[in-house]
């Protein structure tokens, strides 16, 4: 069975547990290819669902959705009747209604959602001076994509005819959704700026760059484009650029949701069959 593995991932967290679920993937016998849809060339060139039997689909949770430009993305495409599984990433607070919404929207296109999974991963905002999950994924993570992958090709075989179903729709509406998006404006009040210092120009901020919002010859973002996903910031091997603290609000959100930072890195992901 040949598999696409189609993710979106700007600082690594979904990457690596691609990787993971494409290594279990062989392992179960099944030919799994990884399909990288971070960046807009990427997406503009697309994929050739036509040489596949199967899809996997995977994001990281940006305000309890898959990010918008995955999202626009995946409204593109025709599923033709394809079995396909999801899988998220997540830095420790609301998942839902990731699954729901990326489920509606894989189904309009006539995919057809058997499995989905999350997996806790380090918060991007950590990189200001948040605290979850820093070292995830672990071992935790690669044992439930064990058996994620296993449960997903029983159903991708056939062999298991069920599919799932009953996600979280939750109690907000798109527009809701929408406004929320704008709230990590809150926390990254800077978005990221080498703020006048030199670099080497290696150009890697700006190619990863998911939605073409950095120009690294000025080392500015455009505000309107830039989505806060701090994978230039991430990526940058100068450490050169910068977003404000994040410590201030990280102690809100532990207060906000009533938690503590071991409670909340105590958290394991979830399986939906
Ligand atoms: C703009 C933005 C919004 C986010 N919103 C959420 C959220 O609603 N819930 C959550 O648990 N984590 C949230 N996160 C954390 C990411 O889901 C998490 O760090 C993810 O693993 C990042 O994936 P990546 O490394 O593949 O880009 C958010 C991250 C960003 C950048
Ligand atoms: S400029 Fe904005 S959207 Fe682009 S990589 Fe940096 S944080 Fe992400
Ligand atoms: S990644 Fe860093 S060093 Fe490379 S161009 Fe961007 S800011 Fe300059």
Redesign the pocket.
Known sequence: MRIAIVFF???????SMAEVIRERLEFEGAEATLCDVTSPAARAKGIDFGAYDAAVFGA?????RAPKVMRDWLGTLDGNKMKCAMFF???????HPAHYSTARILEKRHFIVVSSAEFP?????NVGGWKAFTDRPDKREHALAEDFVRATLRRFSGVDGDMVSGFEQGAFNDDQLDEFEGF?FKVITELPSRNGAECCQCGMCEKLCPTGAMDCASGTVDSSAC?????CVAVCPEGNLKINSTEQSWQMKLTMGKTTVEKLNSQVGKLYL
């Open positions: 991932s700007a600082t690594n967290n979904t990457r990281p949770v940006h305000s309890l990433t997540y830095g420790g607070f609301t998942v991963g380090k918060h991007t905002f990590r989505i806060a996903c701090l994978g």
